[in-house]
């Protein structure tokens, strides 16, 4: 960049109310806003104005160029529809834009290329032209002197033919005298001299210069969202940049998607509504990744909390499929508990006892009460 560079600051003023933006954009369809504040960070892009001199033959043509450049991309630049204020920026408080620069450089080389391919094969043509009139002009004078020479060799055979041998010297001196007269060496390195000149006045000379540069700050809006998804509590950080039009900062647990609609999972995780499903047993809401548990006996898709393992069979079974046995405190899946004979009842296989009436295998409530009888019986006998 140029030492004397021109640097403009300028700042947009958006008309906007943040939250609005925000709250157009986004929503929390399992839980409830509770709270938002914003602070704001400053974004930057650039326009910078470049001028291209073509310089040919007797012309020089300047033309302008203005290329804004935003997030190191050309962008189709219009700032009218936007309130500009001058910025009391320094430029020791703008970030380095010389990326940003690089990249409109190479934009302006393919905004100018096709006039410079033009110039060019109008140049070329034209020059062929010029080329073709020297050509042409050294030609004729070669000519005369062939046809002159010509002439002369032709008399030369036939003085050799008859044996005239002092009109032979003669003819010899003749032939010396045109050739220095024409020069041919000369007379090719001349041709050759007004060619190259030809080649100069034709060449193509751009020059391309930075004019301007204009460093335009807008606001970027930093949002903190306090959501409430009871009894759980999550705080959410999103930018809105006015510029771009462009929510940042939600994003799916578990596809890692940028969204802008958020599910908040009982276990306080965020997800997308595709990665949001329910607990087939409690119906709360939960994420892929906290719901991965499935009833061995049923196939539903069960959360951690409604998911039990069978003491005796392992099988991973839902809440309905189970039953605890209140006194051990352990879970058994239904095809595990085992009826018995006596209650009916679906019982913990495990605390069988052998019946002292019957010899059948009874529950050990069954059991118990069959003993209780007994010692009352006793008493009493
Ligand atoms: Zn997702
Ligand atoms: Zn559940
Ligand atoms: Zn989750
Ligand atoms: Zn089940
Ligand atoms: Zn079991
Ligand atoms: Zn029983």
């Known amino acids: 960049m140029e030492k004397e560079e021109i640097i403009n600051f300028m700042k947009i003023d958006f008309n906007i109310k943040p939250i609005d933006e925000l709250n157009k954009r986004i929503s929390f369809p399992n839980s409830q806003i509770k709270k938002i504040i914003f602070r ?31 997030n190191l991309k050309s962008i189709e630049g219009d700032l009218s529809e936007y309130v500009l204020l001058e910025s009391n920026l320094k430029k020791e408080e703008a970030p380095n834009f010389k990326n940003a620069y690089f990249v409109a450089k190479e934009e302006l080389k393919k905004r100018i290329q096709e006039k410079t391919n ?9 020059l062929e032209k010029e080329k073709e009139k020297i050509e042409k002009r050294f030609g004729i004078e070669t000519k005369g002197f062939q046809k002159e020479l010509e002439e002369i060799t032709n008399k030369l055979m036939e003085f050799a033919r008859k044996g005239e041998v002092e009109k032979i010297s003669e003819q010899k001196k003749l032939i010396q005298s045109i050739k220095e007269k024409s ?56 930018e ?11 994003t799916c647990e578990s596809c890692s998607n940028k969204v802008r609609e958020i599910f908040i999972c009982s276990s306080g995780h965020a997800s997308c509504k595709r990665c949001s499903l329910n607990c087939e047993s409690c119906n709360k809401d939960f994420c892929k990744k906290c719901l991965k548990n499935v009833c061995e006996v049923c196939s539903k898709k069960i959360c951690k909390d409604c ?75």
Do not use: W
């Open 40 to 70: 704001e960070r400053s974004g930057f892009f650039y326009k910078f104005t470049f001028s291209t001199t073509f310089d040919y033959l007797e012309n020089k043509e300047v033309i302008f160029n203005e290329i804004y450049i935003f």
């Open 307 to 381: 998911s039990v393992r069978c003491f005796r069979c392992s099988k991973l079974v839902c809440k309905t499929h189970t039953k605890k046995n209140l006194i051990s405190g352990r879970f058994y899946c239904n095809s595990c508990l085992k009826r018995c004979e006596r209650c009916a009842e679906m019982k913990d296989p495990f605390t069988f006892r052998v019946s002292k009436k019957t010899n059948a295998e009874i529950c050990e409530d069954c059991f118990r009460k069959e003993m209780q009888g007994k010692v009352i019986g006793e008493v009493f006998n």
């Open 240 to 250: 809105f940049d006015p510029l771009a039009k462009e929510i940042s900062g939600l």
């Open 118 to 126: 033009n110039l060019s094969k109008v140049l070329i043509l034209n």
């Open 183 to 238: 020069n041919f060496l000369a007379f090719e390195q001349d041709k050759l001299r007004e060619i190259r000149l030809e080649h100069q006045k034709h060449l193509l000379n751009v020059e391309n210069k930075l004019e301007k540069t204009t460093v335009i700050q807008y606001p970027i809006y930093v949002f903190t969202l306090d959501v409430k998804a009871e009894p759980l509590k999550k705080s959410f950080v999103v």
